[in-house]
């Protein structure tokens, strides 16, 4: 269990800093409606720059947290549930616009792999 937990730590969190750092300007599948990038996607929803940019620096440093929760593990709750929360509010904007599934499953896909952080560090006590 402890060993699972820390590889949904590392995948969740790397997967997070990529997203919001290197693939920031990149065109990939997994962007919502016929974004090309990050600010298109935000845009897609209805969402500001400046909401981007405030949901990048939470994520980020969650991320990060995180990553410093395999040392220190009381950061894992509360950065795990914060990023359900955003998580939620992704594939709720997925559906929103109707995007197809090949977007919203990074978005579920992360969601999981949040609530089983937090269902797996509930358990190691």
């Known amino acids: 269990m402890k060993f699972l937990l820390k590889i949904l730590l590392v995948v969740v969190s790397l997967t997070v800093i990529t997203a919001w750092t290197y693939n ?29 940019v405030v949901v990048g620096i939470f994520k980020v440093s969650c991320a990060i947290m995180l990553l410093f929760g395999i040392k220190f ?33 990074p978005s579920l896909v992360l969601l999981t792999s949040c609530l089983t952080i937090i269902y797996l560090d509930k358990r190691a006590i």
């Open 24 to 52: 920031l300007n990149l065109d990939t599948q997994f962007r919502g409606g016929d974004a090309t990038n990050m600010i298109e996607e935000f845009e897609a929803y209805g969402l500001n720059y400046t909401t981007m």
């Open 73 to 105: 593990r009381k950061l894992i709750l509360p950065a795990a549930g914060v990023m359900s929360l955003f998580m939620i509010a992704a594939v709720y904007f997925h559906l929103s616009i109707s995007d197809p599934l090949i977007p919203t499953v």
